[in-house]
């Protein structure tokens, strides 16, 4: 089996030992990764201080055009990744699944590598100039998860780069060799150091994340991961002051107003809900409905749930794949287990074979159910029917998460107002999960704080100063 390696320096490297990667769709393990140590981070991280100083010191346009030249070369290896991304992950590779993924991917590059944080003159008269000046941080240390491999390692690196910090990512041990191949396709065209990549699971004494976020020469963490983790992280980032982007998941609602049209609405809620199978940071895992159109949106829904095909995800027809791990699969058989006990199953809800979950619906729950108010990540949606939305908002804002929201009307300016009303950070209207480029994207409450995308994400990788003259 293939040992892959990691990236230190621009090098390939090995490790004493390797850790297996297992495609979800078969339980067959598609190749092998470093399982990582102390030293090898240190060797990572210093790689990463050794490179800034000479890419912190390129021109803004020459660090546009470096980042250009890594969009461009990304794009040419996009189908490699993909397949790769659908072996470790799951994902199908059509749909919104990993060619989508890598759409988003280079979208995200080449959008950052467009942006820029010029100087801003805050004063220039007769008492003198004042000018803000964005500045680099230093090595900036990236952990991410298994749902996005790539596409979150794209969010966390670029902005990095653009603004001329050196980078490690450690991704997930469930995913690493999609992000492994990109990093080494990133070198193809970026000076050795720059960026770097490590791989270890979480099996042995040594866990790579903690010692990323506790190393003095990481100058920033930026995590995407599960609120427990995220906590951790922040533990371990105080005593060096970290900066800190923590995007921790959620429990999206979406409300459906009395004036939505069920059949023309359920396509968009079907993929708010059940993209990536679920496993989604900002899908829809709560769904609020007015009892008026009840059982047409239910009806609609299941209808066009019944047509997705699901298997493994390298076959061109499905468009949903297996659950990514068996924690996972254990998580979600055990809040559709209970939901079973009070709800009503309209569609699903009984384990496959190996990874695989029907997508599964089921209504007449409500707040205090366990696959209401637990994120589920995975492909189990509740509907809960509601008969006054002042009813319906205090219970999508009755959570500890806050990442997004969404509502469903044929009347934008009512669907606004309620929007407004809800406690998140993105709030759709007649869609869900609809990020982009060029928006701020991030939780508020306990779904994390800090932006990523756009100029606003872009300043969290870097510090202020401020020269009077
Ligand atoms: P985790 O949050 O545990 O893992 C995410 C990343 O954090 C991995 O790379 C992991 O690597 C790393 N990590 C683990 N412990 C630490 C630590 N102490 N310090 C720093 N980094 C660490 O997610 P799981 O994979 O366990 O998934 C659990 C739940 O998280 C899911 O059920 C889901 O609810 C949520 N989740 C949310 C995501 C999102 O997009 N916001 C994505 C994935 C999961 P390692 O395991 O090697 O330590």
């Not at 779904?447 to 300043?459: C, H, L, P, R, Y």
């Amino acid at each position: 089996m293939t040992v892959h390696s990691a990236i230190i320096d621009g090098k390939p490297v090995v490790a004493q030992s390797s850790f297996g990667v297992v495609n979800p769709a078969n339980g067959i393990e598609i190749g092998r990764a470093p399982a990582m140590g102390e030293e090898d981070l240190a060797r990572a991280i210093a790689a990463a201080k050794a490179a800034f100083p000479a890419w912190s010191a390129k021109s803004d346009d020459a660090l546009q055009a470096a980042c250009i030249a890594v969009t461009e070369h990304i794009k040419a290896s996009a189908e490699e990744l993909a397949r790769l991304i659908t072996l470790e992950q799951g994902k199908p590779l059509n749909g919104m699944g990993s060619r989508w993924e890598m759409g988003g991917a280079l979208a995200w590059a080449g959008h950052t590598a467009g942006l820029s944080l010029p100087v801003k003159v805050l004063q220039d008269n007769q008492h003198g100039l004042v000018e803000l000046h964005r500045k680099p941080l230093g090595v900036v240390g990236s952990i991410t998860p298994w749902n996005f491999p790539v596409m979150i390692g794209i969010w966390h690196i670029m902005p990095a780069l653009r603004t001329g910090n050196t980078v490690v990512i450690k991704p997930s041990p469930l995913t690493p060799l999609s992000t492994i191949r990109l990093v080494e396709i990133m070198n193809e065209v970026l000076p050795p150091g720059v960026v770097n990549v490590v791989t270890g699971d979480d099996s042995g004494q040594f866990n790579l994340g903690a010692a990323m976020a506790a190393h003095p020469d990481v100058k920033k963490v930026v995590f995407t991961g599960s609120c427990a983790t995220g906590q951790k992280v922040m533990r371990s980032a105080a005593e060096t002051i970290k900066h800190l982007t923590l995007e921790l998941g959620g429990n999206d609602a979406a409300i459906v107003l009395p004036d939505a049209n069920p059949a023309e609405i359920a396509e968009g809620l079907f993929w708010g809900a059940f993209i990536n199978n679920g496993q989604t940071c900002a899908a829809i895992k709560r769904l609020y409905v007015h009892e008026s159109i009840h059982d047409a949106v239910c009806d609609e829904l299941v209808e066009f749930a019944r047509g997705i095909p699901v298997g493994d995800g390298a076959l061109e027809p499905t468009l949903l794949g297996p659950i990514q791990n068996p924690m996972q699969f254990a998580k979600v058989s055990r809040l559709v287990a209970d939901a079973k006990a009070r709800g009503k199953v309209l569609l699903g809800g009984e384990p496959a074979e190996g990874l695989f979950f029907p997508p599964t619906i089921i209504a007449g729950l409500s707040n205090g159910d366990p696959l209401v108010d637990e994120e589920q990540f995975g492909p189990a949606l509740p509907i809960i029917k509601y008969s006054n939305v002042e009813d319906a908002l205090r219970m999508a804002n009755d959570s500890e998460f806050g990442l997004g929201g969404s509502v469903w009307s044929s009347d934008i300016a009512a669907a606004r107002k309620v929007a407004a009303r809800m406690e998140c950070g993105s709030v759709w209207i007649n869609k869900h999960a609809a990020i982009q480029p060029n928006a701020p994207f991030g939780g508020v409450k306990g779904s994390g704080f800090g932006v990523e995308f756009a100029d606003e994400g872009m300043k969290e990788y870097t510090d202020i100063q401020v020269i009077f003259s």
